[in-house]
């Protein structure tokens, strides 16, 4: 992981969490809006946000009476939204073409503004945009002090640090 501390690199990032973010307001997510966007050579090739796969379905949070399952939603995560996207506009589906220079740029939104968020968490979305040849990811992050910080990520460390966090936060009591 590299954190961005040049000004000028934050300030080139930053533009593409706003465009991020922008997706994010689309979406209906009554938990978290998230956008994302996937950059080639400062070119957007991929843009999505999280939506729940059958509108109708949204949100099975509110018939839960108790927290025997951390997550029960059936939405498609904005990641996954933006690598379907890179392939059916930009790549046609096929793997084969260079996925150099390709990183992922992840935004939190409340409010409508982009927000800090959290560390790698989702091994789902990891391992898909990992298996589909992105190379990095962009994170802009809270830090436990109240800060916050920009962490560009290789994609083999963010799906290690997806998984750590997964089995830290999501394993099953007995």
Same mark, same amino acid.
């Given at each position: +992981?590299? $954190? ?12 593409? %969490?706003? %465009? ?5 307001? =689309?979406?209906? #997510? @009554?938990?978290? =809006?998230?956008?994302? *966007?996937?950059? =080639?050579?400062?070119? %957007? *090739? ?21 927290? &025997? ?10 990641? *996954?939204?933006?690598? /379907?996207?890179?392939? @059916? ?25 982009? *927000?800090?968020?959290?560390?790698? &968490?989702?091994?789902? #979305? &990891? $391992?898909? +945009?990992?298996?589909?040849? $992105? ?12 800060? !916050? ?7 083999? !460390?963010?799906?290690?640090? &997806?998984?750590?966090?997964? /089995?830290?936060?999501?394993? =099953?009591?007995?």
């Amino acid at each position: +992981m590299r $954190i961005i501390t040049s000004k000028e690199e934050r300030r080139r990032l930053m533009k593409y %969490i706003e %465009i991020a973010a922008d997706l994010g307001t =689309q979406s209906t #997510c @009554k938990k978290s =809006q998230r956008g994302f *966007v996937i950059v =080639q050579y400062n070119q %957007i *090739v991929g843009r999505g946000y999280n939506r729940p796969t059958v509108p109708d379905l949204c949100c099975m949070r509110e018939a839960m009476t108790d927290q &025997s399952r951390k997550e029960l939603c059936d939405a498609e995560h904005a990641e *996954v939204m933006g690598t /379907l996207d890179m392939f @059916k506009h930009h790549y046609h589906t096929t793997m084969d073409r260079s996925m150099i220079a390709t990183m992922g740029i992840h935004a939190k939104v409340k409010d409508g503004r982009p *927000v800090p968020g959290g560390e790698p &968490s989702c091994p789902g #979305c &990891s $391992i898909l +945009m990992l298996s589909s040849g $992105i190379e990095a990811m962009l994170l802009w992050e809270k830090e436990a002090s109240g800060g !916050e910080k920009m962490c560009l990520y290789d994609m083999k !460390e963010f799906n290690r640090r &997806s998984l750590e966090y997964h /089995l830290r936060h999501h394993r =099953q009591k007995i």
